[in-house]
C-alpha cells in the first residue's frame, strides 16, 4: 500500500482525536482541572451512540448530536456534584475528585455493558482516489470534527457567553468584580469539555469497534495531544489532533503497529523536554 494512503487514512482520524484533546484542554485552561474521567467519558459517547443506533434505529450522525446534548449535561451533572466543592483545592484534590468519576463510571459501565467489545455497524461506502480508498465514515468524521472546531472558536469569540468563559479563564476573581457568575461559567465550562470527549467518543464509535475500557487509549492520545498543541490551548488541540493522526498512519508503514505507542510517547517526552508550553504555546 503506498505512504499516501497510510497518511491520509492517519489525518483523518487525527481530526477526530483532536476533538477528544480539545475537551481535555479546554477544561484545563478554564478550570485548571486535568480532568481524569476524560477517557471513561469518550467509553460513555461510544455507548450512547452505540444504543442510540442499534436499539432506537437513529441514524448516528443525528445520534451524535444527542450524545453532544447529554454530554454537556452529563458534565455540569458532574461539576456539581464532584468538582465545584474542589475547585479551589489543590490539583491533588481535583486530580482524586475526576479519578474517582472516572472508577464509577467503568465500574458501572463494566457491570451494565460488560468488557465485550461492541461495533456500530454502519456503512458510508469509500471511495478511491488514485492510492488513496477513502472511507466515507472516517471522512464524514473529519469534516464534522472540523464543524465543531469552527463552532467552538465562534462560541469563544463571538458570543456572550464565551466572553464570559474566557474572562474567568483571565482572572476568574477580577470577573466575578464585573458581575460575571464563574461558578456557572466553571460548570458550562466543564459540560463543554465533557460534550467534546462523548462527541468524540461517539464519532470514534462509528469507525472502531469498543468496550467500556477503551477510553483510557484515547485519554492518553489526548494527553500527548495537548502537549503538541499546548495545553489550555483548544484550538491547538486540534493541530496536535493530526500531528499524532499523522504519526499513527505513517509508523506502520516502517514499523510493526506494536511500536505506534511506543513513538508517541517518546515524542511527548521529547516535547516535553524541548519546548514544555506545546508547539503552539499555551492560552495564557
Same mark, same amino acid.
Given at each position: 500500500m503506498d505512504i499516501l494512503a497510510f497518511l491520509t487514512d492517519g489525518l483523518l482520524i487525527g481530526f477526530v482525536y483532536g476533538i477528544a484533546a480539545m475537551g481535555l484542554t479546554l477544561i484545563w485552561g478554564v478550570m485548571n482541572v486535568i480532568n481524569l474521567s476524560h477517557g471513561s467519558i469518550i467509553a460513555l459517547g461510544m455507548f450512547a451512540l452505540y444504543f442510540l443506533f442499534v436499539s432506537l434505529g437513529?441514524?448516528?450522525?443525528?445520534?451524535?448530536?444527542?450524545?453532544a446534548v447529554l454530554g454537556l449535561l452529563l458534565g455540569m451533572i458532574i461539576y456539581a456534584v464532584a468538582i465545584h466543592r474542589v475547585i479551589n483545592a489543590p490539583h491533588l484534590s481535583t486530580l482524586l475528585a475526576t479519578f474517582a468519576v472516572n472508577m464509577i463510571i467503568i465500574g458501572l459501565g463494566t457491570t451494565a455493558f460488560s468488557t465485550s467489545p461492541r461495533n456500530v455497524d454502519f456503512s458510508l461506502g469509500s471511495a478511491t482516489v488514485g492510492p488513496v480508498t477513502l472511507l466515507g465514515t472516517r471522512v464524514v468524521a473529519a469534516l464534522a470534527?472540523? *464543524?465543531? #472546531?469552527?463552532?467552538?472558536?465562534?462560541?469563544?469569540?463571538?458570543?456572550?457567553?464565551?466572553?464570559? /468563559?474566557?474572562?474567568?479563564?483571565?482572572n476568574?476573581?477580577?470577573?466575578?468584580?464585573?458581575?460575571i457568575p464563574s461558578a456557572r461559567v466553571l460548570a458550562l465550562s466543564f459540560g463543554l469539555g465533557t460534550m467534546l470527549a462523548a462527541v468524540a467518543g461517539g464519532l470514534i464509535a462509528t469507525f472502531f469497534p469498543f468496550t467500556i475500557l477503551s477510553g483510557g487509549t484515547y485519554e492518553l492520545k489526548s494527553f500527548v495531544i495537548c502537549v503538541l498543541g499546548g495545553v489550555g490551548n483548544p484550538l491547538g488541540a486540534?493541530?496536535?489532533?493530526?500531528? *499524532?493522526? #499523522?504519526?499513527?498512519?505513517?509508523?506502520?508503514?516502517?514499523?510493526?503497529t506494536s511500536?505506534?505507542? /511506543?513513538i508517541e510517547f517518546i515524542l511527548f517526552v521529547v516535547i516535553l523536554l524541548v519546548r514544555p508550553t506545546g508547539l503552539l504555546g499555551a492560552k495564557k
Open positions: 437513529i441514524n448516528p450522525y443525528i445520534g451524535v448530536v444527542i450524545v470534527s472540523v *464543524l465543531i #472546531t469552527a463552532a467552538l472558536y465562534f462560541f469563544l469569540y463571538r458570543t456572550t457567553l464565551g466572553k464570559y /468563559v474566557r474572562a474567568v479563564t483571565d476568574r476573581a477580577a470577573a466575578e468584580l464585573m458581575g486540534l493541530f496536535g489532533g493530526l500531528i *499524532l493522526g #499523522t504519526f499513527e498512519g505513517i509508523i506502520p508503514y516502517f514499523l510493526p511500536w505506534v505507542p /511506543v
